[in-house]
Structure formats: C-alpha cells, structure tokens
C-alpha cells in the first residue's frame, strides 16, 4: 500500500492532501486565473471570458474527483526521497492534463455527461470546449517554469509532459482509429493494451516521474516510478472498461463504447477467452445489434461472455500482462 502523503499546501490554492481526501483543481486554476496570459484584458473581453470559459471551466474542475494523478506525484516525491513540502504546483500538471484529455474524450465520444454534470462541450458548444482543453494541455508547460526546482529538473519535467502528450495523442488514434469488431480476434488483445499503455499509462506515467524528478532521483530511480506509473495506468484502464461494462451504474459509457466500436479490454478479454469462431459470432452480433440501436442487448451478451468460467485463464493472462 502507498504511503499517506500531504500533497497541497494550504497557501498554494489547494486542499491538503491525504488518501481521504479530494484536490482542489478548481480553486487552484481560479487563483492562477487573474494572473494568466500577457497584457491586461479589457473589461468587455474579461467579461466574455469569464461568462464563456472560466465559469463553465471552473464548475466542471470542481466536480467530485479522487485527485488521484496528484496523489500520485506526492507519493513519487515521497518515495523518492523528496525533502520537505511537494511543489503544491507539481502535482496540478498531471491534473490539469488528464482535465483536458476528459473534455476531448467527451466531445469525440459524443458523452453527454461527465462526473455527475453535463460534458463541458454540451454546456459551452464544442469549438469552444475544445478551445478550452488546448489551453489546459499547454498551461503546464509555462507552469512548469514557476517550479522552485534547479533548471535541469525543469528541463526533464517539461520533456516528460511533452513526450507524455505525444504518446497520449498516439494512444487515442489507437483508440478512434479502429472499430474493434472488424479486427480478427488474435489482434484485439495487443492492441487494447498499446492503447491502454499509450493513452492511460503515459499519463500515470507522468506523475511519478514528475514526483521522481523533483525529489531528485537518479536515472534508474526515475525510469522505475515511470515503469511503475504506466502499469498503474494500465490497471485502471481495465478497471474502466471493465466497470462500465458490469456496473448498471456506468452503462452509458458502455454505450458511448460499443456505438463508437471502441477496443475496450472488455474484448480483449472476450478474444483471450473464446473461441475464435465464437468470437467472430460475438462481433457480428455486436455490430448488428449497435446497427439497430440496441446497444444494451450487445452489453449484455458481452458481459455475459467475459463473466463466464471460461474466461478466467483469460483474466489472468491479461492481469499478467498489465504487470
């Protein structure tokens, strides 16, 4: 088990931070607000500003969240030998991405909702949700830049949240660029977990090698939270889709996946499981039943499937796999 860890300051905009308790990303983002951009808006675009991006932006980052990609740098920074209190800074940038990555996802899925509210894109219209998320991918590179750490360490987080940005971008072509019932069923299992590593376990990835990095690990350290961070990553991946999937309470984003025909691990699990006649089966009644608009129906043979005793050697080998 990963020990508590105070994350936050209570001068820097957010909450402490332990295992029980929640960041404050949206207090952290009104504080910086004021002080974002160069010059100084007029009052007439200050207004414009505040009516269409920071009030919408500001209710969807205060919305119940784990906070845990900034738990995840704490824990880094502790592990790693980091002195004294946690940049309260550090541990936003991975927040603050995985923010952005949220309203993308939603706009191309076509989510109505997210974390208990409407997608930010349903509330603002798309043009300027995406507007909104571009700007959250690159804030933390200027944030970056305000970290009281030596110029070296600055060097190497900016390069792990560019290269973290780049495979993430690769992970979500894997995930729109196919739709996984048109792919022979040996291939689904590899591909839903270079997706997985690339567009969740990147991400993860990033935050204990920004908590490695600032507490100023060696190389061999950093590689090893960053190895660690990225099966992490994978891990929730699975727990994602899988949950969606068994959990009536999550359904809709079934839906959102099987009327997209997104690899999910859901069948990774279901190519690992049956039998290759039997899969293709599963696919074709899948992609008729989402033709139809009878999504529901392909869940519950999905689920059904991958539920059965047969599928167990399956979860296991994929278990393995995810390290």
């Excluded at 209570?10 to 960041?23: H, I, L, M, N």
């Excluded at 219209?125 to 110029?151: D, K, R």
């Amino acid at each position: 088990m990963l020990m508590r860890s105070p994350l936050m300051d209570a001068g820097g905009g957010e909450r402490r931070t332990g295992d029980d308790a929640s960041v404050d990303l949206a207090g952290f983002v009104a504080r910086r607000l004021p002080g974002i951009g160069t010059g100084t808006a007029t009052p007439i675009a200050e207004a414009v500003l505040q009516d269409s991006v920071y009030a919408p932006l500001l209710e969807f980052l205060g919305r119940p969240s784990k906070g845990l990609r900034a738990r995840l740098v704490g824990h880094a920074w502790r592990l790693c030998g980091g002195r004294g209190e946690l940049p309260p800074t550090l541990a936003m940038l991975p927040e603050l991405l995985h923010s952005a990555s949220l309203i993308v996802d939603d706009i191309q899925d076509g989510a109505d909702s997210r974390r208990g509210g409407p997608a930010l894109h349903r509330v603002i219209g798309v043009g300027p949700a995406l507007n909104v998320a571009n700007w959250l991918y690159f804030w933390p590179q200027a944030l970056v830049e305000e970290l009281p750490l030596s110029a070296a360490r600055r060097r190497r987080c900016t390069q792990l949240i560019t290269d973290t940005l780049l495979d993430c971008h690769r992970g979500q072509a894997l995930d729109l660029g196919v739709v996984v019932w048109r792919l022979p069923p040996e291939q689904v299992p590899e591909l839903v977990h270079e997706q997985s590593r690339l567009k969740t376990g990147r991400l993860t990835a990033l935050c204990t090698g920004l908590g490695a990095v600032a507490a100023g690990a060696r190389p061999a350290q950093v590689d090893a939270m960053l190895a660690f961070g990225e099966q992490v990553g994978i891990a929730l991946q699975m727990l994602d889709d899988l949950t969606a999937l068994l959990v009536p309470a999550r359904q809709n984003k079934a839906g959102e996946d099987l009327l997209s025909g997104r690899p999910t691990w859901a069948w990774a699990l279901a190519a690992q499981g049956c039998a290759a006649e039997r899969y293709r089966a599963l696919a074709r009644y899948a992609r008729v039943a989402v033709r139809r608009g009878q999504w529901q129906a392909a869940a519950r043979v999905l689920s059904g499937v991958i539920e059965q005793p047969g599928c167990r050697p399956a979860h296991q080998a994929l278990a393995a796999a995810a390290g």
